[in-house]
């Protein structure tokens, strides 16, 4: 079983939910409403939060993502929008089944899961070789101050009618590692809950190691947003997140 499997039942939780929402509207907005792509890709799609969004505007929609169970959830989400919208179950670090999209997304800090800086430029290059000339990719990355200020030693619980998940979280500045311990209780019956533990890893990549490797795969007119999904930190300086907008060249 992947790791994401183990909480994928209870993935779909009010703080995954707003990142997607305002990662949908931010990306919207920067873009402009005359930015109309006839085809987008959402790259590690999970349960297909933000694919849902871009399908009621982008008339096809192809969501990519590694782990079935979070496949299962996005293709029962989107639905209603039948041949529209379809899923793939694919490896970003490897060639991608699709060709020719307008615009790829890769929401909720997708990069900072992908470790190793060769992988992530994989998924670059590989995302590149999906778009069309001038095809747009945007995704978001933590900041450091993220992981220092929200990670570090920090422990969040998120309910839902599908039940509760709880990260505990650390940050290994030295390594720029951060490890979420992710407790799922799935509810099953009656006030019984399935219990599945699982240790996720992500690494805080630099700007400048991104955009090293957006300019190695054939990206320029790198755009770099500060941003968070949290209306608080708005009028904060240190933002939790970075949303970028690449141009395939
Ligand atoms: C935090 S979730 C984000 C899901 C979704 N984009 C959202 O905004 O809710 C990360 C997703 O990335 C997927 N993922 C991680 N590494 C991957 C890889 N190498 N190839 C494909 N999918 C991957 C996981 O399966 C998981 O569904």
Not at 102 to 118: K, R, Y
Not at 143 to 159: G, H, I, L, N, P
Not at 191 to 214: M, N, P, Q
């Amino acid at each position: 079983m992947s790791q994401y499997a183990r909480f994928a039942r209870v993935y779909d939780q009010d703080a995954h939910r707003q990142v997607a929402r305002e990662f949908h509207a931010t990306m919207v907005r920067a873009l402009g409403r005359s930015f109309r792509p006839q085809l987008a890709l959402d790259l590690g799609c999970g349960s297909g939060l933000l694919t849902e969004l871009l399908a009621k505007h982008v008339p096809r929609v192809v969501g990519l993502d590694l782990s079935r169970d979070m496949l299962d959830l996005a293709h029962d989400r989107c639905r209603r929008f039948g041949k529209r919208v379809s899923f793939l179950r694919a490896d970003l670090t490897r060639p991608l089944p699709a060709r020719g999209a307008e615009l790829a997304t890769a929401s909720g800090d997708i990069v900072n899961h992908i470790q190793a800086l060769p992988a992530l430029g994989r998924v670059f290059v590989h995302a590149r070789a999906a778009l069309a000339q001038r095809g747009l990719l945007v995704f978001d990355s933590l900041t450091q101050a993220c992981f220092e200020c929200d990670w570090d030693d920090k422990v969040y619980r998120m309910s839902s009618p599908a039940g509760d998940l709880v990260m505990e979280c650390s940050w290994e500045p030295r390594q720029r590692t951060g490890t979420a311990r992710m407790t799922s209780y799935a509810r099953v019956d009656r006030g019984r809950f399935e219990r599945r533990t699982t240790v996720l890893k992500e690494k805080f990549h630099t700007d400048a190691e991104i955009r090293r490797l957006l300019a190695r795969a054939g990206f320029g007119d790198v755009a770099r947003l500060e941003w968070s999904p949290w209306p608080e930190q708005l009028a904060d300086h240190r933002m939790d997140r970075a949303l970028w907008i690449a141009r395939a060249m």
